[in-house]
């Protein structure tokens, strides 16, 4: 593994090295108290042409980019942090790569996800992007089975095949299983079209149901791939700490939403402690004001 960045925030000290992996230092007997976000999903378009049932998003046709070039706070981002960009159709938003190459001045460390659609039809692009040093990280969601797609996914070291507990059954854990490549298992977002299909009786019963199969068969899954890791929401659907050991727990737990992470939507200039939070914020000139107010209204949740 190769340091891509190395700094202090707050009370915890942390590494970045060049496959995705976080190493974070909390001084025993304290609890992680950031200045800054460790890392951040940040919404630059809502335009898309696929109007997946379950986008919690609402992305469709009609969704404008994200003035994304204005951002002041942007400009006083920490070398090193860590920045989600998605959509909508990532790919689709006009200065996406100006954007990029922006952050990668300042050392922020940029990953996008696309869809399974969006990684074919813009294969060169995306390409372009990597061989560029422009993201270090490529999210793919999984729609349909693709033999020679899945397999050199498998084979970039820094992607990442998206999965949504709920929607992902057997059939697809199994097939994605022969391919031993990285996972990152979303939770299912009850918001947007997500909550809108739930409402759906026959629909919602068979997403409770492969959430519940998922749970229930979670262990022997998290061997037969390269790497598994979860959203937040996505551990407490499937309780995954009881999968590990409290050691294991302890190294891999990266903290709870609004503790070290946020969320920016920049077509609305809003932020706010996740994408599905209700309670919304204007942009503030600095990501360490913002961060301060998702972490006092974590605290008051908890």
């Not at 820094?158 to 059939?171: E, F, M, R, T």
């Not at 697809?172 to 809108?196: M, P």
């Not at 599905?276 to 913002?290: A, F, H, V, W």
Request: with cysteine; net charge negative.
């Amino acid at each position: 593994m190769k340091l891509l960045n190395k700094y202090k925030d707050g009370n915890i000290k942390v590494e970045i090295f060049d496959d995705g992996t976080r190493i974070i230092d909390i001084p025993d007997g304290e609890e992680p108290n950031l200045e800054f976000p460790l890392s951040m999903d940040f919404k630059i378009t809502n335009w898309c042409d696929q109007m997946c049932p379950m986008c919690h998003e609402k992305s469709n046709p009609e969704g404008q980019p994200g003035d994304i070039m204005n951002l002041k706070f942007i400009d006083g981002l920490q070398a090193g942090t860590e920045m989600a960009l998605g959509g909508g159709k990532v790919t689709s938003h006009p200065q996406l790569k100006e954007f990029l190459q922006k952050l990668k001045k300042q050392g922020v460390l940029p990953s996008i996800t696309v869809h399974q659609n969006e990684f074919v039809d813009k294969a060169t692009f995306i390409n372009e992007l990597i061989e560029e040093d422009l993201i270090y990280g490529l999210g793919v969601s999984f729609l349909t089975k693709y033999d020679m797609l899945w397999k050199a996914v498998s084979e970039n070291e820094n992607a990442v095949v998206h999965l949504i507990a709920g929607i992902h059954g057997k059939d697809v854990f199994d097939y994605l299983a022969q391919f031993n490549c990285k996972i990152l298992i979303l939770g299912y977002k009850n918001w947007g079209r997500g909550a809108e299909l739930l409402k759906n009786t026959k629909i919602g019963e068979d997403i409770e149901d492969k959430i519940n199969w998922l749970k229930e068969n979670l262990s022997k899954y998290m061997s037969k791939f390269k790497v598994v890791s979860f959203d937040n929401l996505a551990l407490n659907q499937l309780d995954v700490k009881r999968n590990l050991t409290e050691d294991q727990w302890n190294e891999f737990y990266q903290g709870n939403d609004g503790t070290m992470t946020m969320y920016v939507d920049g077509v609305k200039q809003e932020f706010a402690r996740t994408s599905t939070s209700p309670t919304r914020y204007k942009l503030k000139d600095t990501i360490e004001e913002m961060f301060e107010v998702v972490k006092n209204e974590t605290k008051s949740q908890n």
